[in-house]
């Protein structure tokens, strides 16, 4: 069984690595069209990898697709905030944009509990989380077994920071949800109907926060607080990465 286990693993790896290479020769001659045929099908089978949806976005940005660029700069540093080629690449794109907005803040509550968080990825969050109270454990064990005042105190603290760290790996798994604008422009209504009033307009490459998503609409608030509903092929959900709606 573990073998299996292990061919099944080398053979995606393979796959995946003929495939990005595929889409990496395609971007390097120019076809990045074909480029994004091949990233795509990495996305679609649920590859969690900064740096397809990074080349992805680079690809889009080639053909002057600015909305789709930025989506998927958005989702490379989703996966990986410190990816200094996606922040600066992200940053360049935008200036493209219509009115060159920035990214509309989370909520405030959030942005001031876990600003220390927003540099680290899930992952990391998730394992300095499971050794803190790992180490929590074995402290409070030790401190049953020898009491020494100390070692109950450190267990204390670890305790403390395997719960802060456990709500920082939640708020990494459940980000503020947010969506790129891909169309010239998205018409922002009242109402989910196309005969309601326009309420404003989004341009290509702009970025709002997603309140709701039903019924072919979403309803989007943007850095200045109005909100609407605009048509969900209008916009692109930054997350979650492999579905077309939360």
């Keep these: 069984m573990i073998c299996l286990i292990l061919c099944s693993m080398v053979l995606n790896a393979n796959a995946f690595e003929d495939v990005f290479d595929r889409g990496n020769a395609a971007y390097d001659s120019g076809q990045y069209e074909q480029a994004i045929t091949a990233y795509q099908e990495l996305t679609a089978s649920s590859v969690q990898n900064p740096m397809v949806y990074f080349n992805l976005g680079n690809a889009f940005y080639r053909l002057d697709r600015i909305g789709d ?17 996606a922040q600066d690449n992200l940053l360049l794109t935008v200036r493209k944009t219509k009115r060159r907005l920035s990214r509309p803040s989370p909520a405030s509550w959030r942005a001031r509990v876990f600003f220390w968080a927003d540099a680290m990825n899930l992952g990391t969050c998730c394992r300095v989380a499971l050794l803190c109270w790992t180490l929590a454990w074995i402290g409070l064990g030790c401190f049953v077994y020898y009491r020494k005042e100390y070692m109950r105190v450190l267990a204390v603290v670890l305790l403390m920071a395997g719960l802060l760290f456990s709500a920082a790996s939640w708020h990494r798994a459940h980000p503020p949800l947010l969506a790129v604008t891909l169309v010239d422009e998205a018409k922002v209504r009242y109402g989910r109907n196309t005969r309601d009033t326009v309420r404003f307009v989004l341009y290509e490459g702009d970025r709002v926060r997603v309140d709701a998503v039903t019924d072919g609409w979403v309803r989007v608030e943007t850095g200045e607080g109005e909100r609407g509903w605009v048509r969900r092929d209008a916009v692109g959900l930054v997350s979650p990465l492999f579905q077309g709606a939360p």
Excluded: G, M, S, W
Excluded at 69 to 74: H, T, W
């Design 69 to 85: 660029a930025i989506l998927n700069y958005e989702r490379a540093l989703l996966i990986e905030p410190t990816l200094v080629e």
